[in-house]
């Protein structure tokens, strides 16, 4: 993959077309144990940095984590909506929980 991921505060960032997209970097699955429960953000929500992005409930602990950055919620991972465990993928790409866009990228330097 060309494109390289950030890591920020256990979320990784990834620029993609659509915006950018956030995850759960594998390190934060395994401090987490087995996800039961998300709390997920809207579609259409405005976040400014440092704002609750999720919410997570898991084996070993609850956990908010807090968006690395500011912008528009456009799309948000709907399988981990309906079943929270795909939070849990080995492949963290597949761990993503939203796509940012109107984002302030000065935010990322």
Do not use: C, H, R
């Amino acid at each position: 993959m060309a494109e390289e991921l950030k890591i920020i505060d256990s979320l990784w960032l990834l620029k993609t077309d659509a915006g950018y997209k956030i995850g759960l970097t594998n390190q934060a699955q395994e401090d987490l144990g087995n996800i039961t429960f998300a709390t997920m953000p809207k579609v259409g929500q405005t976040l400014k940095k440092g704002d609750s992005l999720i919410e997570l409930e898991a084996e070993k602990a609850v956990s908010e984590f807090s968006t690395p950055l500011s912008g528009t919620v456009s799309a948000i991972n709907e399988a981990a909506e309906q079943d929270p465990s795909t939070l849990d993928d080995g492949n963290q790409l597949n761990a993503w929980i939203a796509i940012l866009t109107d984002v302030d990228e000065a935010e990322l330097s």
